[in-house]
C-alpha cells in the first residue's frame, strides 16, 4: 500500500515559470521530508517539516506541512535548469526502524 | 567528509545467479538502509542494520539478504537472480537510528539482470 501519493507525476516547464508539487497521505505523519534525485545519483535531502502549517524555505523552494500533519507541498519560484530532476517526498515509519516512506515521485524538466 | 559510498556502480548478471553489492556508510554511522527502486515500484525499503545486526526487512523474499560488519561496512546479497530484480540499490546510512537523524544516500548500484 502506497502511504505517500505524489501529483503530478510528470511536469515539463519552461526556464523562469514557477511549480507546485503536493505529496498527500491519508495517514497523519511525525515529520515528512522532501529529496530530489538526479540521474545516476542517490537521493538528497532538501528538507525535513516537523510541525503542522510549518513553512520552510530553501531559496527559491518553499517547502509547507499541512496543518493535520498529513500532506505537503514544495513550491519552486523562477525554475531553473539545474531543478530538473525527481522530486521525493519520504516520511519516517515504522517505530523504532525508521525506514522511509517514500512517495511516487515527480519528475520535473526545465526546458532553457 | 566522505558521504555514502557503494560498489560496484553497475553489476550485470544473468537469471539464477548471485549478486553482491557493497556499502560504505559515513563515518561514525552505525544505521544501514538498503533500498530498491525499480521502474514503476518507485523506492521501497529492503533491510535495515544497525550495530552488526538485521533490524528490520521489508516485504521482499528471503534471498534477499545481507549482513554489517564490525566497521559497520554492508553488504547486500541476492539470490536466484530473477529478471525483476533489475533495479537501483541504494544504500543509506544514518548516525542514530532512535532519533530524528536524516539518512543519507549514496549513488547506488545498478543492477541489471540479463
Known amino acids: 500500500t502506497q502511504l505517500l501519493e505524489q501529483s503530478p507525476q510528470f511536469l515539463s516547464i519552461q526556464e523562469g515559470e514557477n511549480l507546485t508539487v503536493y505529496c498527500n497521505s491519508s495517514?497523519?505523519?511525525?515529520?515528512l521530508q522532501w529529496y530530489r534525485q538526479e540521474p545516476g545519483e542517490g537521493p538528497v535531502l532538501l528538507v525535513t517539516?516537523?510541525?503542522?502549517?510549518e513553512v520552510k524555505k530553501l531559496k527559491r523552494l518553499t517547502f509547507q506541512f499541512g496543518d493535520a500533519r498529513k500532506d505537503s507541498s514544495l513550491h519552486i519560484t523562477a525554475a531553473q535548469p539545474g531543478d530538473t530532476g525527481l522530486y521525493l517526498c519520504a516520511c519516517p515509519y515504522g517505530g523504532a526502524t525508521n525506514k522511509l516512506i517514500f512517495g511516487t515521485g515527480t519528475l520535473l524538466a526545465v526546458q532553457p | 567528509e566522505a558521504g555514502v559510498t557503494q560498489s560496484p556502480t553497475h553489476l550485470i548478471k544473468t537469471r539464477g545467479q548471485q549478486a553482491t553489492l557493497r556499502c560504505s556508510p559515513i563515518?561514525?554511522?552505525?544505521?544501514v538502509y538498503w533500498y530498491q527502486q525499480a521502474l514503476g515500484l518507485g523506492l521501497q525499503f529492503l533491510l535495515w542494520y544497525d550495530e552488526g545486526e538485521e533490524r528490520n526487512r521489508g516485504n521482499f523474499p528471503p534471498r534477499f539478504s545481507g549482513r554489517q560488519f564490525p566497521n559497520y561496512s554492508s553488504e547486500l546479497n541476492v539470490n536466484a537472480l530473477e529478471l525483476e530484480d533489475s533495479a537501483l540499490y541504494l544504500c543509506?546510512?544514518?548516525?542514530?537510528?532512535?532519533?530524528?537523524?536524516?539518512?543519507?544516500f549514496g549513488d547506488g548500484t545498478r543492477l541489471s539482470i540479463l
Open positions: 563515518s561514525g554511522h552505525t544505521s
Open positions: 495517514s497523519v505523519f511525525s515529520s
Open positions: 517539516v516537523v510541525t503542522g502549517g
Open positions: 543509506a546510512s544514518r548516525m542514530d537510528p532512535g532519533a530524528n537523524q536524516p539518512q543519507h
